[in-house]
């Protein structure tokens, strides 16, 4: 498959911006995306699909999965860089090499994330479901393309020796310890007593 693909989902996330202005994305619609992107971005050596229509999809599903995560209360995903090492959400992904390949990898993230949230039905930010959606990916341009990323091939040796998950959890760890570094902790809303004098 050409190259064409990951520069197709860095030119959608690129553009989610000023596409945050529309309606917002539904639970519906963002599982529907998420099909689409499974089926179209690692692609295949028989592509049932031409190169274009190919990207095209994932182009349209990676905006899809980046509005919801950004937009809907129903998921928290976690985009520091414990969690997206292969990124720099701060400088953004035209800083850096591969950032077609890198942006692919983010909506793969994204899109591990988001689903599996969806299916629990709770909010939970960790890496874990992220980063095998992400790997599956990764994979597949290693093969295609011979893709090298250090900072994903340390998670992709995770994954191999069975310590990826025990991972995630230390990632996750890290990144609201930095949260609360940088934030304050978190406190509890003050309870209303209830006294005489507030009784109506």
């Known amino acids: 498959m050409p190259r064409l693909l990951p520069r197709a989902a860095a030119l959608a996330l690129a553009l989610a911006s000023p596409a945050l202005a529309s309606s917002p994305v ?23 699909k031409p190169a ?15 509005r919801f995560a950004l937009e809907s209360d129903l998921v ?16 953004g992904l035209s800083e850096l090499s591969n ?13 591990g994330c988001v689903k599996e949230q969806l ?24 093969v295609r393309e011979g893709l090298k990323l250090p900072e994903v091939d340390a998670l992709l040796a995770r994954q191999a020796n069975g310590t990826l998950e025990r991972y995630a959890a230390d990632a996750l760890r890290r990144s609201n ?16 007593i209830a006294t005489a004098d507030a009784q109506p």
């Open 52 to 66: 274009d229509e190919a990207n095209g999809a994932v182009a349209a599903a990676s905006n899809t999965i980046l």
């Open 76 to 91: 928290v995903v976690d985009l520091g860089t414990d969690s997206v090492p292969w990124c720099d959400i701060k400088k």
């Open 119 to 142: 299916q629990s039905g709770r909010q939970d930010p960790s890496p874990y479901p992220g980063w095998v959606a992400m790997l599956r990916v990764y994979r597949s341009l290693r």
């Open 177 to 192: 310890e930095g949260l609360q570094r940088t934030y304050g902790a978190a406190t509890a809303p003050k309870k209303q």
């Open 99 to 111: 950032s077609g390949e890198r942006g692919l990898l983010l909506a793969a993230y994204l899109s």
């Open 26 to 48: 539904t639970k519906d619609q963002v599982l529907d995306a998420i099909r689409v992107f499974d089926a179209n971005a690692v692609g295949s050596l028989t592509a049932p």
